[in-house]
């Protein structure tokens, strides 16, 4: 048993140290392995299942909504990205510059792409003539570099896989509609899949897009109270377009710019689905989206039958589940702790008493109930409990996020809820940014969103007492 | 029908110029674009679904021989990069060149990865401890970077996606099983999938890959009688695990160094697609990877009903084809010239007179043949045309590929054969680089592969004269 206790006793507590507690479970979970590139990440197999599934179901989400994937260029001309003058502003400090190829200096030095909203500029200019070149919706997978000075597995790294989505319309009315849409998609996607409830609202001047017009953004809150950015999606009106010559004829045959958004959800989230639903003993994994849902562990494997039954415990549910068995040499014990760090939703204990009721044993990763069920049953229990794991686990972080949205009406109110019940606070805003500034100097929390559903919950703006034009949600952030 | 003949009059002949028909299909079919950064192409949505199928399809192949899937940095110190002797002297002089970060210079410059074993070797340094850990098979989809002078779509650029398997196993026997077993793996896929028929063998000492033990192969040939590399494993032996420090400890507690090998397919293969099954109308896509399999084009649209019907075919074929209508204001031959431009496998007519009869038409990209089909047959006689149009694809391919292969037995019926049947030439070799040497030199022509199945078709070499060792395929390459 020491061997099977040092597994999980080499976590640190969340309540004792959460930024420890975050970095211990995606090591010991097998998500992550540093790199001798710092700030660049290793993702081993048990980090990547989970972008692998992360991928499938948001892009087949995507293609519903009528997106085609496409693969732009991994290098940026100097000259290209600094032709939109707000957009170059917000990136160019944090890039990395290729001056060298092969043995010779390059005559323009080249970005690797923070992001790629210049390169897609440059080919619709050309790819665009007509109307009937409209819409496009475009979106590609990728890595993108941003040289980043603290750097954390998933949360911020210089290097970072993501899709990005650029797309663009004959009218503003459709930018706009495409902008929202893409934020729904996040929205949903994180909701049903991920259980992880999210505030959408839109961002502030301040807290927006380099270059756009509107900035949209799902909020996540952590298990520690701190907001995560999860998803956003950009309104660049004409902006873009007027930079670089974006136009086509309409039906009219008259010349008009092109109206462009582009919206990007990265692996970030992978930090998200650790901070949100992750306990003491690691990671817990939402059964949408578990590498493995089931992992079925033999109890005395060494007498007579055990693995036999094991065995054909996954013959009987590998068609309606990702399941595995663990047949190796080690204890049920340390199974059961690896099975627990690694967040696999549901063990099924098997062992030679069960086999002779004709039983086994379903143990639940998030709450540990344990249900003995008829072996007969199996497959349907199963069904019954993922959905119910899978349901449980929204309902309780949205609890834990509701719980944790306090109202302020004036300052004094503001600090002393960041105080003492770390969260969103909900407060009203006079739309100055000399608010957001004094707000985030003092108190380190950030205007988050300002929700689609507004409400009126004082007359006055939370820091100066001016009257108020929104309502904000305000929080400390990764 | 100007207008219809303009968009196929538009392409070059093969017969013409073989290298500006290329050029022309990859525009024209819309696969790719050029970007602004020479020599890195824009992969468009035609082109990039091609390359999704071929993800899915060799993903789901990897898997089942125990493959999983992780992520490596894409930066990599010069200090590692320049660990392994032969790796760095083959890849050093076409890597580009991070140097600075943000806004400061990098004290120690960063190469873009060309290939990843160097990362992998870091990596494996520190995870493998004992032969518990062993084996590891895996690999990672991602675009690597080589500065190429000269560039041409898919075939060579200056960055191109790709995958790259690395493993790592406990001794050389089971590395050696597992190089061979990629190859093959890439073979069937080849055959099966891309009905391109393979010539799989060994590299030879001079054109094996920088830092491996052995280089296997598959080469196929293009419709000009050049081959293409289009895939590769290698064996590293214990190599890279010396220069690395890549140790384990055994079952008697000692320690080992670990037997590794690489192996890769890329973007490349999008190249032998067009090469091999081209025609002068475009692109020719096998069944199995076409992006869409069934072009519906109704015939006098703007008549009652048939819209409908085209429709209501779509409804009946959708569960059980890729298939799409054409219903745009285009004229029937305009969409005939584009669905055979894009290589889709088959079209379907369907008009007022075919409705009359219960009817439609079915055509054959491949061959133009039309059948006439009744509305109620039409899922099974598509389902078996596809099947018969991806059997005859590569009936034809290897019926060419076999007509221009040539035996050669001394020098100068190499030379005659090179000139007047461009192709595989099959000749003896007595080992030496010497003579791989001179054939360059003289004739273009390297050695493609010593094939699995050897033969001794002649005693002498085929340039030297003196006593052979190895049947080798020869052939100019691209």
């Given at each position: 048993m020491a061997k099977d206790k040092k597994l999980v006793e080499s976590i640190t507590s969340m309540q004792e140290d959460f930024a420890q507690w975050y970095t211990d479970v995606v090591k010991k979970a097998e998500l992550i392995d540093y790199s001798s590139v710092k700030g660049c990440m290793i993702i081993k197999p048990a980090g990547y299942a989970l972008w692998e599934n992360i991928q499938k179901e948001l892009d087949r989400r995507f293609k519903e909504t009528g997106v085609q994937n496409v693969y732009m260029p991994l290098f940026i001309p100097e000259s290209l990205l600094n032709k939109e003058k707000d957009h170059v502003e917000g990136f160019a400090p944090e890039v990395a510059w290729v001056t060298h190829g092969g043995q010779s200096e390059l005559q323009e030095k080249l970005c690797v792409r923070p992001t790629s909203e210049t390169l897609f500029c440059d080919f619709y200019k050309n790819d665009i003539q007509s109307y009937r070149d409209l819409p496009k919706v475009y979106n590609q997978w990728c890595s993108v570099v941003r040289w980043e000075k603290e750097t954390r597995p998933f949360l911020r790294s210089r290097e970072f896989l993501w899709q990005e989505g650029h797309t663009a319309h004959a009218d503003a009315k459709e930018a706009q509609e495409r902008t929202e849409q893409m934020l729904e998609v996040y929205a949903k996607f994180c909701e049903e899949v991920l259980a992880i409830p999210v505030i959408c609202g839109q961002k502030t001047e301040k807290e927006k897009f380099a270059g756009a017009e509107a900035t949209y953004t799902i909020e996540a809150l952590?298990?520690?109270?701190?907001?995560?950015?999860s998803g956003t999606s950009h309104n660049f009106g004409d902006g873009f377009a007027k930079a670089f010559g974006i136009q086509y004829t309409d039906t009219n045959n008259q010349l008009q710019y092109v109206h462009q958004t582009s919206w990007g959800l990265s692996t970030r989230i992978i930090g998200a689905i650790i901070m949100v639903h992750g306990d003491d003993s690691g990671l817990v994994l939402p059964p949408a989206i578990a590498p493995t849902q089931v992992m079925v562990v033999p109890i005395q494997q060494q007498k007579e039958g055990v693995l036999e039954k094991a065995n054909e415990l996954y013959e009987t549910l590998k068609a309606d589940f990702r399941v595995k068995v663990d047949d190796s040499?080690?204890?049920?014990?340390?199974?059961?702790?690896?099975?627990?760090?690694?967040?696999?939703?549901?063990?099924?204990?098997?062992?030679?008493?069960?086999?002779?009721?004709?039983?086994?044993?379903?143990?639940?990763?998030?709450?540990?109930?344990?249900?003995?069920?008829?072996?007969?049953?199996?497959?349907?229990?199963?069904?019954?409990?993922?959905?119910?794991?899978?349901?449980?686990?929204?309902?309780?972080?949205?609890?834990?996020?509701?719980?944790?949205?306090?109202?302020?009406?004036?300052?004094?109110?503001?600090?002393?809820?960041?105080?003492?019940?770390?969260?969103?606070?909900?407060?009203?805003?006079?739309?100055?940014?000399?608010?957001?500034?004094?707000?985030?100097?003092?108190?380190?929390?950030?205007?988050?969103?300002?929700?689609?559903?507004?409400?009126?919950?004082?007359?006055?703006?939370?820091?100066?007492?001016?009257?108020?034009?929104?309502?904000?949600?305000?929080?400390?952030?990764?």
């Open positions: 952590m298990h520690d109270g701190k907001a995560l950015q040499e080690k204890s049920p014990g340390w199974k059961f702790a690896e099975q627990e760090m690694r967040g696999i939703p549901v063990r099924i204990e098997i062992g030679p008493k069960d086999i002779e009721k004709g039983q086994c044993v379903l143990v639940r990763r998030d709450t540990r109930e344990k249900y003995q069920t008829a072996l007969s049953d199996v497959t349907a229990e199963l069904d019954r409990l993922l959905k119910t794991i899978q349901a449980d686990m929204f309902e309780r972080a949205k609890a834990h996020r509701d719980s944790h949205i306090s109202d302020a009406s004036d300052y004094s109110e503001f600090k002393e809820a960041l105080e003492k019940k770390p969260g969103f606070i909900r407060g009203m805003w006079c739309g100055e940014q000399a608010c957001e500034d004094k707000i985030k100097e003092e108190t380190a929390a950030t205007s988050r969103c300002m929700p689609f559903e507004q409400a009126q919950i004082s007359d006055v703006c939370v820091c100066c007492g001016k009257p108020a034009k929104k309502l904000v949600f305000w929080g400390k952030a990764y």
